[in-house]
């Protein structure tokens, strides 16, 4: 991982950890919406401008790749790279949950 791609995604947004965590399985970018909404009890619900401007700037990253296209809706899917922020991303707020639990008892 070089030093753009973690100064840009770590520590990450909530915004860019929820759609690399749904892209784990193919999915397009309106999934991804309903999926978010579905996981967070409707606390984060993703507009259209944030979800395709994130879907565009992970792909010219190589944090997801475009898969195919169903019914003029195109099918992403997170990358060895991705999984690699993503990993890194969820080790750091495991951290976080970890300090927390210590110091609050």
């Excluded at 879907?55 to 690699?84: A, N, P, W």
């Amino acid at each position: 991982m070089d030093a753009h791609i973690r100064k840009v995604y770590v520590p990450m947004t909530e915004t860019g950890f929820y759609i690399l965590l749904c892209l784990r399985e193919e999915m397009h970018g309106y999934g991804i919406v309903q999926k978010v909404e579905q996981l967070t009890d409707g606390d984060i619900i993703l507009s259209p401008g944030t979800m395709y401007g994130s879907l565009s700037k992970m792909e010219k990253d190589g944090l997801i790749c475009f898969v195919r296209e169903e019914e003029k809706r195109k099918i992403y899917h997170i990358t060895e790279l991705g999984q690699e922020v993503l990993d890194l991303e969820t080790k750091r707020i495991e951290r976080l949950y970890r300090n927390v639990k210590e110091v609050l008892g």
